[in-house]
């Protein structure tokens, strides 16, 4: 069997070549991207992007579970990376762990992802000093949207800058292997990626990042409205319904099935 991509693998690529890391939901999705991708990561946009929520806050640690076990099955390569959904670790380091150790048992999983900087360092600290590998997410974390109001890109105000690096310096130092910077301004995502030894993963955070992230299903055009910061690197969607609008129609004219369709 091939060997997953380790930790101190991704850990080693600060400054190297990008690192290439996608989502996936699914053990299909999974498996096209193992091939290209070193890291999958289950995000828990998984509940607006498949499940049809209005945000992240409804997902459950089971979904978490259950799409992370798909996308173990599908992948082989790829390190897989499990969020932590809203809920599930903010209490306690206690809590934290328990929750993420069932992730790592029941998922087979490499790592789990969090949010938050220097309020979740206790946390983060306590999980990787325990066995469990932990990706940080700093800059705009889409589970504090309700207390933020709304997806705002961070760092428009230079002033906050050194928070923000500090957040990801707390990060850093309380173990974690890399960290997802989500939408931040171009120089601020070049200082926190500067100011730490581990890969920064970018999303909506510029080139200056080790490494960048995007939701599959957004890249490929599946979804409906996109943010700014992503490339439609296909048009599946218009596609897809293509599809569907054709076999309906092959349907109601009888020209489906037909004699290649058909067992005589
Ligand atoms: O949930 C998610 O997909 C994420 C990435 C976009 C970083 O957290
Ligand atoms: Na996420």
Partial sequence: PVKRITV???AARKGDTPIVALTAYTAPMAAMVDA??????????????????????????????????????????????????????????????????RIMSETGAGAVKLEGGARMADTIAFLTSRGIP?????????????TMGGFRTQGRDQ??????????QAVEQAGAFSLVVEGVMEPLADQITQAIAIPTIGIGASARCDGQILVLDDML????????????????????????????????????????????
């Fill in 221 to 264: 055009g599946l979804s409906g409205r996109v943010p700014r910061f992503v490339q439609k690197f296909g048009d599946l969607g218009p596609r897809a319904e293509q599809a569907i609008a054709d076999y309906a129609r092959a349907v109601r004219d009888r020209s489906f099935p037909g004699p290649d369709q058909t067992y005589r």
């Fill in 8 to 10: 101190p693998q991704i």
């Fill in 36 to 101: 290209h991708a070193e890291v999958i990561l289950v995000g828990d946009s998984l509940g607006m992007v498949i499940h049809g929520l209005p945000s992240t806050i409804g997902v459950t640690l089971d979904m978490m579970i259950l799409h992370g076990q798909a996308v173990m099955r599908g992948s082989a390569r790829a390190m897989v990376v499990i969020d932590m959904p809203f809920g599930s670790y903010e209490e306690s380091p206690q809590q934290a762990f328990r929750n993420a150790s």
């Fill in 134 to 146: 932990v990706m940080g997410h700093v800059g705009l974390t889409p589970q504090s949207t309700l």
């Fill in 159 to 168: 002033a906050t800058w050194p928070a923000h690096v500090a957040d990801a």
